[in-house]
């Protein structure tokens, strides 16, 4: 395992998976969903999806990678053989696909980043319209996704401790003082109160089924579940750390800054009379707004910082990302690490043209012809959220019918001998052995049907 490389401590791992973790599924996914479903709803949903199936999930992925020592094809292949490791090519595949959309997203809010620092974007009227033409705006969003393509291969190629690890330990830290700060103004607004209120007190008749789908497809891309990731980064973990710890410290962190970003955006967006359900745009469009109504000067730091934030968090997940394909290049198939690491770069780069050029300029692009006419970016999107929760599905399937649960209970105990036996243990075998095959199963089949076909063809 050494010439593989691996984290230099236990906090780097945690800062290296955390950091995989929040991204803009955290900042820019969260809030708009949340906003399109029902808000206290959702996030009661959210967080009961992280507790009964993530966190076991998340234990199950480490365990695997760690015990296998290998990428996720490696790890699959070595501890179930036969096609198992298929599963891994799967998870793989996920996150070159989720890459490819990212990596344009990333590009828009860097900028956005640009635009508000240079004075550019504050002073406009219309944050809707703007937003609208600014991502159809071809050869600025071209360059800029190029741009943040480029900076995730240079820290990718580094490697683990060099690379990925010391990135993650600067951006971290900053993102939540950068955070808990615009939370801290946004709270004093006029009406900030209804948007807290809209955001911590449930519903109970907002939350439907698709409440349950988003809240579920949302944990899981959060946490980074379902694709190999933290099999991969489990693969570069040493034996002695604590495994259920790292896995509760790395979701608390994420689940912490998806609640703050909750906690920043509705207070504004009720503060200036706004619409919660915008969809993806909510965030570069109520931000933005509230930056202009700071003055030229604040809203240009506030907002600059604010969207920097977003780029280091967008950054040490794309780095996960390239990691979990180029791992697999690297140990399974024996290949240089810097040619892997640019040569997906560029090939995931041009796979997301499409996902860009989709936000109106090709109407085809625009509204495919599946349910509901989504545009090319969500409709990759929806795909990569099913990838995710039928991986997990299918991870907690390979632990109890192939790896066996005995084996996980072994793992776990390594580093943390007082785990065996205990209502934890009990706890986690029991989610992996049941809860999580039955209820991921049956959900993935009923995400599947809505997003294909639409739910009213089950239920008329
Ligand atoms: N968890 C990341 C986010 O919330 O932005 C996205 C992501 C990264 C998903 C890595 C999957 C993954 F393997």
Request: glycine share 12%.
């Amino acid at each position: 395992m050494s010439d593989r490389g691996s984290f230099s401590s236990r906090m780097g791992f945690i800062l290296a998976a955390a950091g995989s973790a929040v991204g803009l599924g955290n900042i820019w996914r969260f809030p708009y969903l949340a906003g399109t479903n029902g808000g206290a709803g959702f996030l009661f949903i959210y967080l009961l999806c992280i507790v009964s199936l993530c966190i076991p999930v998340m234990i199950g992925e480490i365990a695997i990678g760690r015990n296998a020592g290998s990428d996720a094809y490696g790890s699959y292949q070595k501890l179930g053989g036969g096609k198992w490791g298929y599963l891994g090519i799967y998870g793989i595949l996920a996150g070159i696909i989720i890459l490819s959309y990212y990596n344009v997203v990333a590009g828009w809010a860097f900028g956005y980043f640009l635009e508000i620092s240079f004075g550019n974007l504050l002073n406009h009227q219309n944050f809707g319209e703007f937003f609208g033409e600014y991502v159809n705006a071809i050869g600025p969003i071209f360059l800029f996704s190029l741009g943040f393509m480029i900076m995730t291969a240079v820290i990718v190629s580094q490697g683990i401790a060099k690379g990925i690890e010391a990135a993650n330990k600067i951006m971290m830290p900053g993102l939540y003082i950068i955070l808990i700060g615009l939370i801290i103004y946004s709270l004093t607004l006029n009406n900030a109160m209804d948007g807290v209120r809209f955001y911590l007190v449930p519903q109970l008749e907002n939350i439907t089924l698709k409440t349950i789908f988003y809240a579920l497809c949302q944990a899981f891309f959060s946490l980074s579940l379902g694709m190999g990731c933290l099999v991969t980064y489990g693969s570069y973990v040493t034996k002695d750390q604590n495994i259920v710890k790292s896995a509760a410290i790395i979701s608390g962190a994420d689940t912490s800054v998806a609640f703050l970003a909750g906690l920043l955006v509705f207070p504004l967006v009720f503060s200036l009379g706004a619409e919660p359900g915008q969809g993806p745009k909510l965030i570069f469009v109520i931000l933005t707004q509230a930056f202009s109504t700071m003055g030229p000067i604040v809203g240009r730091i506030v907002g600059g910082s604010f969207f920097l934030l977003i780029c280091f968090a967008a950054l040490t997940s794309t780095i996960s990302l390239l990691e979990v394909p180029a791992a697999f290049f690297v140990d399974t198939r024996k290949l240089p690490r810097k040619a892997v690491v640019w040569g997906l770069s560029g090939f995931i780069f041009v796979l997301g043209l499409p996902s860009m050029f989709s936000q109106g300029i090709i109407p085809f692009l625009n509204k495919l012809p599946v349910h509901n006419s989504p545009d090319f970016l969500s409709f990759i999107a929806d795909l990569c959220d099913i990838m995710l929760i039928s991986g997990g599905c299918l991870m907690c399937f390979f632990i109890r019918n192939r790896w066996k649960v005995d084996s996980l209970n072994k793992e776990l105990a390594i580093g943390n001998p007082s785990y065996l036996g205990t209502a934890l243990q009990s706890y986690i075998n029991f989610s992996i052995s049941w809860v999580c095959p039955i209820i991921l199963s049956i959900l993935t089949t009923l995400v599947v049907i809505d997003k294909f076909f639409g739910l009213e063809w089950l239920f008329g």
